[in-house]
C-alpha cells in the first residue's frame, strides 16, 4: 500500500469506477490539491490487509484527510463540501440542504440499481439482472427529463452536490445499453456538466448492449 502524504488528501480509486469518479471530479471542481491511488481491483488489492485497514468493506472509493479515514462516495461528497466548499454546492439554507440530500438518496438506490448496475454488466460482466437494470434506468432518465424542465441544474440556477453525485452514471448510461437518445433535457444538462470549470471526464469504455 503506497504511503500517505499527510499535506493533502488522499483518494483510493479506481478509474473506471463511477463511484470514485464522483469523488474526483468533486475534488476538482473545488480544487483541491489532491493525491490519487489507483487500487488494483481485477488482481484483488482491495481484500489485502493493508487496504481493508481503511475500509473494512474492501470498496473504493476510500478518501484519507489527515486523520479522516471517508468511504461511500456520497459520504465524501458531504465531508469534501463541509471542508473546502463556502455554500455554493451545499447549500446553507434547509430547503436547499433537504433537496440535495433527495438527490443523494437517488443517487444511492435508483442510480445504483439502474444505470450503475447496467454498466456493471455492460463494462464488466457482472451476473445481474440486465432488462431489469435497463428498465431503471430509463425511469431514472425519464424522471431526471422531467426534473431539468425550465432549470439547467437538477435543483435550480447552479449546479449542486445532487448534479455531482448522478451525473457519472447517467453520462455513462450507454456502456450498459440504456440510450439517452429520447431524453433530451438529461443531454444537454451533461453538456452544461462537462461544461463546468475543473471539469473532469471518466474514461468511456465503448460496449453494445440491447437496450
Known amino acids: ?83 473546502y466548499d463556502t455554500g455554493t454546492w451545499l447549500p446553507h439554507g434547509p430547503k436547499g440542504r433537504a433537496d440535495v440530500q433527495r438527490w443523494l438518496a ?7 440499481s439502474g444505470p450503475a448496475a447496467a454498466r456493471l454488466v455492460g463494462v464488466f460482466g457482472a451476473n445481474l439482472d440486465l432488462p431489469a437494470a435497463q428498465a431503471e434506468g430509463h425511469k431514472l432518465l425519464a424522471r431526471l427529463d422531467r426534473q431539468l424542465t425550465g432549470v439547467p441544474f437538477l435543483i435550480g440556477a447552479e449546479p449542486t452536490l445532487a448534479d455531482v453525485a448522478v451525473y457519472t452514471y447517467v453520462a455513462h448510461a450507454p456502456e450498459g445499453g440504456i440510450s439517452l437518445d429520447d431524453y433530451a433535457k438529461v443531454r444537454a444538462w451533461i453538456v452544461r456538466m462537462e461544461s463546468l470549470p475543473g471539469f473532469i471526464g471518466m474514461p468511456k469504455t465503448p460496449v453494445e448492449l440491447a437496450a
Request: aromatic share 6%; charged share 25%.
Open 106 to 112: 437517488v443517487t444511492s438506490h435508483d442510480v445504483a
Open 1 to 83: 500500500m503506497t504511503t500517505l502524504e499527510t499535506s493533502k488528501p488522499t483518494l483510493f480509486r479506481f478509474a473506471l469506477s463511477g463511484n470514485a469518479h464522483r469523488v474526483e471530479l468533486f475534488l476538482s471542481l473545488l480544487g483541491v490539491d489532491y493525491k490519487s491511488v489507483d487500487v488494483d481491483l481485477a488482481g484483488g488489492e482491495q481484500r489485502k490487509p493493508g487496504f481493508l485497514k481503511l475500509n473494512p468493506e474492501g470498496k473504493v472509493p476510500v478518501l484519507v484527510d489527515g486523520d479522516a479515514v471517508i468511504t461511500e462516495s456520497t459520504a465524501i461528497l458531504i465531508y469534501l463540501a463541509e471542508k
